[in-house]
């Protein structure tokens, strides 16, 4: 599943699963442009390292995903200085938990913004580009919210099922352009994130750090193992590979069996 000669654009992605995806495009060969939060240098760092060890071009972009003229510019970037966007990755996304009477406006706002405009403006944006090269792929990161609900998550689950829609109409409107178009729906995924949440957890419902993992983090998961950022990535890779070529306007569920029921 080689990717060499190709382009990747890979949104949040300077850490998470986000990193993950734009290492295994790397690693099979394509040019990535990463983009996302965080401290300067560590992102140079992590860009410099993405480089070194693929022998790829890296890029980094800045783009704030609530602003459509800074997603346009980032991708118009791409373009420019990679040459193309042949695989777009939206996996940009935020999460706020809240009782539906109690959650803020603002973070409605934010959410929908970062997990479902943000997805909307960069497909807007990378289509007539992948339109004028013959090809292309799109991967919008979802959730195994995508299908089903939690209590307490309106704006990320209401968002995450805006994505599959998303998803599924704009490939069938590009069914004919060569450029699929599919979402990947993890369940709870083993990253940075998830792991400092463990601590606070054992101290408020006094159980071991075994115990938050099976019975708080993984319940909905029935093989009560994490997913790896790993695992998202080499998916990633198959979607954006010419094995996939006839793959599209799916959600593929990763949640270990979560959904299943």
Request: net charge neutral.
């Amino acid at each position: 599943m080689s990717l060499k000669g190709k382009n990747a654009l890979v949104t949040g992605s300077t850490s998470g699963i986000g990193l993950a995806m734009a290492r295994g495009f790397a690693a099979a060969g394509a040019n990535v442009m990463l983009n996302g939060l965080g401290d300067a240098a560590e992102i140079e760092a992590i860009r410099a390292g993405v480089e070194k060890e693929f022998g790829v071009k890296a890029l980094y972009h800045g783009a704030n995903m609530l602003k459509p003229e800074e997603i346009r510019a980032m991708v118009g970037e791409a373009e420019t200085k990679l040459g193309s966007v042949d695989i777009l990755v939206c996996n940009a996304g935020i999460q706020f938990v809240s009782p539906v009477e109690d959650f803020p406006d603002e973070k409605w706002e934010q959410i929908i913004g970062i997990n479902l405009s943000s997805v909307f403006y960069a497909i807007k944006a990378a289509v007539p580009g992948m339109k004028k090269r013959g090809g292309g792929r799109i991967i919008n990161l979802s959730s195994a919210h995508s299908l089903v609900a939690s209590p307490f998550k309106s704006a990320y689950v209401a968002a995450k099922h805006g994505v599959a829609g998303l998803t599924k109409t704009v490939a069938l409107e590009l069914a004919q352009a060569k450029i699929t178009v599919n979402a990947i729906a993890p369940g709870y995924v083993w990253t940075p994130l998830v792991e400092r949440q463990i601590p606070d957890t054992m101290k408020a419902r006094n159980m071991t750090e075994e115990e938050v993992k099976k019975n708080v983090l993984l319940a909905a998961q029935p093989t009560k193992e994490f997913v790896t950022v790993e695992q998202v990535a080499g998916l990633a890779v198959y979607l954006a590979s010419e094995a996939a070529a006839s793959i599209t306007g799916t959600t593929i569920s990763m949640d270990g069996g979560w959904t299943a029921a």
